[in-house]
């Protein structure tokens, strides 16, 4: 057997993670395109329940306004993560014993994602900047509306930052809740 699904359905076994989830395991695209280590997912429920209710009346709502979400990423391991934070994708350095909220676990060790990242489906970030601006910004404000916040609300740099828009804008996690709380065991809305 392929040694990488092999790995593949060990992790999925041992994460006890959905039948039909759809996983990615390394080494798998990232975000600029190059393969990665790891374990990443797309798949809603591989997200923590309470923030998955809130997710998906986000989608709705944006649905309704004309901008289908597509999800690019939402539990991912250790090692992806890790991988991540080396390419300056991420801030959050598992090496240093941080943990973050695409990584987060149940107290048995199943992903319980408690961010998502996503697109706009069927748009082009590089063709369509300034739309996918009021998309960024739409995203944010009807986020908010659920108890959740995005990157877009966070320091303005690099590609976005001309239109007053965080440098993860994509990026969506729960409102008002820390890193720091989440790595203490805590969760939102319990």
Same mark, same amino acid.
Request: aromatic share 12%; hydrophobic share 40%; proline share 6%.
């Given at each position: 057997?392929?040694?990488?699904?092999?790995? *593949?359905?060990?992790?999925?076994?041992?994460?006890?993670?959905?039948? #039909?989830?759809?996983?990615?395991?390394?080494?798998? +695209?990232?975000?600029?395109?190059?393969?990665?280590?790891?374990?990443?997912?797309?798949?809603?429920?591989?997200?923590?329940?309470?923030? !998955?209710?809130?997710?998906?009346?986000?989608?709705?709502?944006?649905? *309704?306004?004309?901008?289908?979400?597509?999800?690019?990423?939402?539990?991912?391991?250790?090692? !992806?993560?890790?991988?991540?934070?080396? $390419?300056?994708?991420?801030?959050?350095?598992?090496?240093?014993?941080? @943990? #973050?909220?695409?990584? /987060?676990?149940?107290?048995?060790?199943? =992903?319980?994602?408690?961010? @998502?990242?996503?697109? %706009? $489906?069927?748009?082009?970030?590089? $063709?369509?900047?300034?739309?996918?601006?009021?998309?960024?910004?739409?995203? +944010? /404000?009807?986020? !908010?509306?659920?108890?959740?916040?995005?990157?877009? /609300?966070?320091?303005?740099? #690099? !590609?976005?930052?001309?239109? #007053?828009?965080? %440098?993860?804008?994509?990026?969506?996690?729960?409102?008002?809740?820390?890193?720091?709380?989440?790595?203490?065991? /805590?969760? =939102? %809305?319990?």
């Amino acid at each position: 057997m392929n040694p990488w699904k092999l790995a *593949a359905a060990f992790t999925t076994s041992l994460l006890g993670l959905y039948v #039909g989830t759809k996983m990615v395991m390394g080494p798998t +695209l990232a975000h600029d395109g190059s393969e990665g280590p790891g374990l990443s997912t797309v798949d809603r429920n591989s997200l923590y329940p309470p923030f !998955r209710a809130r997710f998906e009346l986000v989608e709705a709502e944006m649905e *309704a306004l004309g901008y289908p979400l597509e999800i690019r990423g939402a539990y991912r391991d250790s090692v !992806r993560q890790q991988y991540y934070f080396n $390419k300056r994708y991420s801030q959050i350095d598992p090496s240093a014993g941080m @943990v #973050g909220m695409h990584t /987060a676990t149940s107290a048995l060790g199943t =992903p319980e994602a408690l961010a @998502v990242d996503v697109n %706009w $489906k069927g748009h082009n970030v590089n $063709k369509e900047e300034g739309a996918y601006a009021q998309f960024f910004i739409t995203l +944010l /404000a009807v986020s !908010r509306k659920h108890g959740l916040t995005t990157g877009a /609300a966070w320091s303005q740099r #690099g !590609r976005w930052a001309k239109y #007053g828009i965080g %440098w993860d804008p994509g990026h969506i996690e729960p409102r008002g809740f820390t890193t720091a709380q989440l790595r203490k065991g /805590a969760r =939102p %809305w319990v």
